[in-house]
Nanobody, 126 residues
Framework: QVQLVESGGGSVQAGGSLTLSCVAS????????MGWFRQAPGKEREGVGG???????WYADSVKGRFTISQDNAKNTLYLQMNSLKPEDTGMYYC????????????????????WGQGTQVTVSS
């Protein structure tokens, strides 16, 4: 069983930055694919970015050029660096994991992931 714990959320003004962290209970990043998702009230959970176990990465069009995924294998930690935040980035952010690789058509679909963190809230004010 893989456990994921997110942190780093908070309240910022538009244009600000936040870095989210996702710590895994074990070293999984070489064999698991990871994703960041967000969910705003009344909306479906949407993929923000994903990194496959083979190193390929994808981002949602809405965050390209502003968000960056990285990982520190020594710390079993996945990061989501978020810059130039907008009010529409507001939501609960989750990290997720699945064994094996992802593809360009699956990374953003929450049903492909087996493990989820509890989420961390991001609020961006205008």
């Amino acid at each position: 069983q893989v456990q994921l714990v997110e942190s780093g959320g908070g309240s910022v003004q538009a244009g600000g930055s936040l870095t989210l962290s996702c710590v895994a209970s074990a070293y999984i990043y070489s064999t698991y694919s990871m994703g960041w998702f967000r969910q705003a009230p009344g909306k479906e959970r949407e993929g923000v970015g994903g990194i496959s176990s083979d190193g390929r990465m994808w981002y949602a069009d809405s965050v390209k050029g502003r968000f960056t995924i990285s990982q520190d294998n020594a710390k079993n930690t996945l990061y989501l660096q978020m810059n130039s935040l907008k009010p529409e980035d507001t939501g609960m952010y989750y990290c997720a994991a699945k064994p094996g690789p992802l593809s360009w058509w699956s990374w953003g679909h929450h049903s492909y992931y087996n493990y989820w963190g509890q989420g961390t809230q991001v609020t961006v004010s205008s």
